[in-house]
């Protein structure tokens, strides 16, 4: 990895992003999202991009890496829904990752007082990150399909 960010750029996300990423998608995001709701990559993808409010994809050196965004739960309280799915990028690039998650979260909890999904009990990678971030997550729960199990993750944030 390069020592400066210079060759990661944020830009909104959109359908023609999905499948340079679905095709490449990390091995614990695809374990993730069959789980979960028995989705391959590629219907994973359009789906989240297609709920949520603010949703946006990491270049990096040009190419679509990373998809995320938040879609509401609620919007009486204040309840959203974060999510993540990347290719190997995100481990072989996890310094800068590190560095531009808390900006990245920051843009994704405007507007919401609390975040909150699921990460797969498997997803190692996922849950330590989501550790670091400061989000509390549950024991694992069997909350997926046949009962795959899932940790609840959550952060408040005193803002709406």
């Given amino acids: 990895m390069r020592g400066d960010l210079s060759h990661i750029v944020f830009v909104r996300a959109t359908a023609d992003h999905v499948d340079p990423i679905a095709g490449r998608l990390r091995a ?9 709701a028995g989705l391959v990559s590629r219907e994973a993808l359009l789906s ?7 949703a946006f994809t990491v270049m990096i050196n040009g190419v679509p890496e990373i998809m995320f965004g938040v879609a509401s739960l609620n ?3 204040g309840l959203g829904v974060p999510w993540m799915l990347g290719t190997d990028a995100v ?4 310094r800068a ?3 531009l998650s808390r900006m990245m979260l920051a843009g994704l909890a405007r507007g919401y007082t609390v975040l909150r999904n699921i990460v797969h009990a498997d997803n190692r990678v996922s849950v330590a990150w989501l550790r670091w971030l400061g989000f509390r997550l549950s024991e694992p729960l069997p909350l997926g399909r046949n009962g795959a199990l899932f940790h609840v993750f ?7």
């Fill in 48 to 54: 989240s991009l297609d709920k949520s409010d603010r």
């Fill in 91 to 94: 481990t072989a690039n996890y």
């Fill in 28 to 36: 614990a995001d695809v374990a993730e999202v069959k789980a979960a």
């Fill in 75 to 77: 919007v009486l309280t």
């Fill in 154 to 160: 959550e952060k408040e944030f005193g803002h709406v």
């Fill in 97 to 99: 990752v590190l560095r």
